[in-house]
């Protein structure tokens, strides 16, 4: 049986380097103490540089980890439950022929406990976007903190008409009135009046672009938001944002059509301190 919850996330871009790649899994045995992940010809994965793994839900602190093909020694053996885990990706030119994933849970004597094999992978396109960025002033249980997410755009983009931005479960954004997101960069082409931003739904925030003219240009530049949200009592185990790239006003969640691209982001534990560079200024 294919083991259940199995997902991979990642932006599709064609040549994209040393972006995440957010793998999720479910196990139902208490057994499991290596994560071997064979991507597609083509995608390089890679967990040993600094700051490139990110354990999310994995038990027992840092494992061991071999880049080619990867593979995670874990620390302490897994138990049922679900898990998530992200490294870095580079993106090959265009989609593989074989566009699928296999992720394989062994014990400590090699025998295979669970896998998924075939999870499919993203199309990949061409969108000049990259370096999403997620920032928090606090992680303090059931407090509020200030986000901060970011994305920078190498080239002007003209096929976009919202940004999403999509919070882990159990995690709340505390926006009352549009306002309360903030714009830090005055270059981006923000639909006029003060109904520019969709926080209706309490786990994510749409931001619309200017419909006005046929064409909305988003001039290659740096673009930062920020909002309040509410930290959970405990991360959740799929502690997982995405910045999402919408086609269409109408996108709700990263797999949805009218996404251009998701940018998953690994989340933060409580108590963690953000870096520097990602805070809100």
């Known amino acids: 049986t294919q083991m259940a919850g199995s997902a991979v996330y990642y932006a599709g871009i064609a040549n994209l380097r040393a972006h995440q790649i957010v793998f999720t899994f479910t196990l139902d045995v208490d057994a499991g103490s290596t994560i071997s992940v064979v991507p597609p010809a083509g995608f390089l994965l890679t967990c040993s540089m600094e700051g490139a793994l990110k354990t999310i839900s994995l038990p027992g602190g840092r494992p061991n980890c071999i880049d080619d093909p990867l593979q995670l020694q ?13 490294v870095t990706v580079d993106l090959p030119p265009q989609k593989p022929q074989v566009n699928t994933f296999n992720i394989i849970i062994q014990d400590q004597y090699n025998n ?23 920032g928090w002033s606090r992680a303090e249980p059931g407090q509020p903190t200030m986000i901060t997410v970011g994305i920078t755009f190498r080239e002007d983009v003209s096929s976009l008409q919202a940004l999403l931005i999509v919070l882990p479960e159990l995690f709340q954004h505390d926006v009352q009135i549009p306002i309360d997101v903030q714009n830090y960069n005055p270059r981006f082409p923000l639909a006029p009046g003060l109904d520019w931003a969709d926080t209706q739904e309490p786990d994510r925030i749409k931001i619309f672009l200017d419909d006005s003219e046929d064409v909305t240009v988003i001039p290659a530049d740096t673009y930062r ?45 409580l108590y963690e301190v953000a870096a520097q560079s990602t805070k809100a200024s």
């Open 74 to 86: 874990l620390r302490e053996p897994l138990t049922r439950g679900t898990y998530a885990f992200a």
């Open 112 to 134: 295979v406990v669970d896998a998924a094999y075939g999870i499919f992978g993203q199309e990949i396109m061409n969108m000049p976007a990259e370096r999403p960025t997620l």
């Open 225 to 269: 938001f920020s909002f309040r949200a509410l930290m959970p009592p405990d991360v959740p185990r799929k502690n997982i944002w995405f910045i999402c790239l919408c086609a269409d006003r109408s996108c709700k969640q990263p797999g949805d059509r009218q996404v251009a691209v998701s940018f998953p982001i690994a989340g933060f534990n």
